[in-house]
Nanobody, 122 residues
Framework: QVQLVESGGGLVQAGGSLRLSCAAS????????MGWFRQAPGKEREFVAA????????NYADSVLGRFTISRDDAKNTVYLQMNSLKPEDTAVYYC???????????????WGQGTQVTVSS
């Protein structure tokens, strides 16, 4: 089974930046995407961003578009989420995920990271 290990969460002032990392335990065979979901207290888990092998295509939730950038390092089996201009509304636990297509088929996600807390103060 694939294991995902996350890092990079923390406490930051509004307008600041954080960079999340997610490393897979081994190279994945076949088509897949990796990215993040997030869940704030009392709210449903929501999609944040994803990146695919094919052409490095990316997808973003409307709420983070223009502020967050997802990228990957194939040699390290690692994806990164650069989060700029952070807002208090971004406060949540961020969960790295892997699946056939995180953006369009979230229900088919088959691997999850342990979660990392992101807190943005105003």
């Amino acid at each position: 089974q694939v294991q995902l290990v996350e890092s990079g969460g923390g406490l930051v002032q509004a307008g600041g930046s954080l960079r999340l990392s997610c490393a897979a335990s081994a190279r994945i065979i076949g088509r897949y995407s990796m990215g993040w979901f997030r869940q704030a207290p009392g709210k449903e888990r929501e999609f944040v961003a994803a990146i695919t092998l094919s052409g490095g295509n990316t997808n973003y939730a409307d709420s983070v578009l223009g502020r967050f950038t997802i990228s990957r390092d194939d040699a390290k089996n690692t994806v990164y989420l650069q989060m700029n201009s952070l807002k208090p509304e971004d406060t949540a636990v961020y969960y790295c995920a892997i699946g056939p297509d995180i953006a369009t088929m979230p229900s088919r996600t088959y691997g999850w990271g342990q979660g990392t807390q992101v807190t943005v103060s105003s």
